[in-house]
């Protein structure tokens, strides 16, 4: 059975109304201006692009779920250009081999020697297609690199670009040839974040689009540019980190965390890094709203798309149709919220 997820509402709501109130601030502007740019080729997914936008100030990775066909890859490829960084593809299917995703030894004829050939991995945003495509053993090649940000081979250490984040997709429906992501790996991304189907208005949108000739595989003719770099990036990270957060609200984060832990319908709990997450997610969305502290709500509206992938049901919830938000948004009605 598929789980069912709620989408963000909170995500969607506008922030660039809240920003514009804090005078010059080039970071805040340049990231108001890439969603606009991902706008124009992406129709009706803003929670989805302002979740990808957390990740990437809070320097986490993000698993996309959604059926196929609504603008997973698109959304990734535009995001990549609106913000002027690189992305590399990579499709995981059962044949797929670790060196394929991280890169080999490779004997060089000239040199008499093995020298080490880059794999995809090796970009600022890779872009992991049907990552529950592929063995464990491929899934698991990634796992340095996603908590270490470097690789490994030959017992030499190679750091990976910076920024560097790993963008999954996978399709809720297709169970048929996949293999679920161990715990281990689902607790390394930050975030999950659902695709749902656009409404009946941005579907009439995206089909006009495609009437007029849009080409999805032509972003340049689709009218997206670039509209920050690498640096806004990393001042705008310098300002999230340096968003204050009480210790009321620290203790309210835990509280909700511990509780996830004594749910009854959960076998699996929330890890302190799943608590650390949250903290990072939280500061990141207070920071794109125009604040220099987190509030309650700012930890509310991030606790389903940072925790749902790092609970496990138990099988009697399963066979009861518990869904694993509906839980969570259970225990953000029942733990109190410091004034």
Known sequence: MSEQHHSNPQLE???DEAAAGTGPDRPRQALLEVRAEVA???VGQDATVTGMLIALLANGHVLLEGVPGVAKTLLVRSLSAALSLQTKRIQFTADLMPGDVTGSLVYDTHTAEFTFREGPVFTNILLA???NRTPPKTQASLLEAMEERQVSADGVSRKLPDPFIVAATQNPIEYEGTYPLPEAQLDRFLLKLTMPLPER???IEIIRRHSLGFNPRDLAAAGVRPAASAADLAAARAEVAAVAISPEVLGYIVDVIRATRSAPSFQLGVSPRGA???????KAWAWLTGRSFV???DVKALALPTLRHRVGLRPEAQMDGVQVDDVLLSILATVPVPR
């Open 129 to 131: 297609d049907e990552i």
């Open 276 to 282: 650390t997450a949250l903290l990072n997610t939280a």
């Open 40 to 42: 124009k080729a992406v």
């Open 295 to 297: 509030t309650p709500d």
């Open 13 to 15: 709501a506008p922030w």
């Open 201 to 203: 208005d941005a579907e």
